[in-house]
Structure formats: C-alpha cells, structure tokens
DNA sequence: GCCAACGTTGGC
DNA sequence: GCCAACGTTGGC
C-alpha cells in the first residue's frame, strides 16, 4: 500500500481539530491537478502523514483514506464538469514525537522526500523507506 | 516581511 | 505553442 502525506496550515485546519472530530474529513480546497491526482491514486485504506505548513512544520499524526476520490463540494458549480475532487481521511493516532522538518532536513535518508523538494505540492507521496523512517523519529 | 519556487494566465 | 507577467505558497 502507498503512503502519502497532506499539508495544511493549523489556522485554516490543524491536527488538533482532525482528531478531536474523530470522524471522516472531507480533504477540499485542492485546486493542484498534481495533488488532485495523487488523491485519485490512493485506495482505502491508505494511510498518510498529517503535516503542519508555515507556523510548525512538523508531521503530526497518521490519518487514514476512508473515502475514495470524489467531487470536491467546495468547488462544485452546477452544470459545469467536475475539475476538483477529494478524498476523506481520518484521525488514526498522533505520533507521540512531532517530527519537524529540520529534523527531516537533517537526516540524509530523508533528503529525497518530496516534502523537502517540492514544498508547495500539497499531497504528496511518501516512499516505504520515507514512512519508516518517520514513524520511527516519531516514536512509534 | 522577504523572496524563491512553482503554477496559471493571457498576449502574441 | 511560447513566454512574460502575475499570483500564491511556504520556508527562512
């Protein structure tokens, strides 16, 4: 199974907000064909880093696919072809050690993640290796 | 607050 | 179809 990793900034949507609903999210407000097309690649059940941009920068916790790729509700206009789509995740468990993207940056295992390339792609995969290594720093 | 990187738009 | 101009994102 692949792993993947979503990007939000806390003050529009945090960590903190995802766990504490305990229910399936709908990921909207995408508007990147790359990261919309990384979310039509992913299967239930798949999981996914949570990353905090800007303020923290740091991995959060672990959320999980429980919805496939549909269209976004945010960007629906009637009679028009759907363009955006999304998928909806869940809270799994935080990592009980933030992982930040210094530390990232500073262990070479990790110096081809995408996260570290190509910042601003807002879903993004995340390599086996990658996964591992990341839970590990984090303390799972 | 600045700036680099990237994506999108629009004129040609 | 190319490319300059512009807007946005996100790290520093």
């Known amino acids: ?17 995802q766990l504490a609903k305990g229910a399936p999210e709908e990921w909207h407000g995408v508007r990147n064909y790359q990261a919309r097309n990384n979310m039509r690649a992913m299967q239930l059940g798949e999981l996914g880093f949570f990353y905090h941009s800007v303020q923290e920068k740091r991995i959060m916790g672990i959320v999980k696919v429980v919805a496939l790729a549909h269209p976004d509700s945010t960007a629906l206009v009637p009679g028009e ?17 933030p992982v930040g993207l210094d530390e990232i940056k500073a262990e070479p295992d990790l110096a081809g993640m995408v996260l570290v390339n190509n910042s601003r792609l807002s879903v993004q995969p995340v390599s086996d290796g990658e996964w591992a290594k990341i839970c590990a720093m984090g303390g799972l």
């Open 81 to 97: 072809k759907v363009v955006w789509e999304c998928v909806d995740i869940e809270a799994v468990k935080p990592l009980p050690k």
């Open 1 to 17: 199974m692949a792993h993947w990793l979503f990007k939000s900034e806390p003050e529009t949507w945090s960590w903190q907000q």
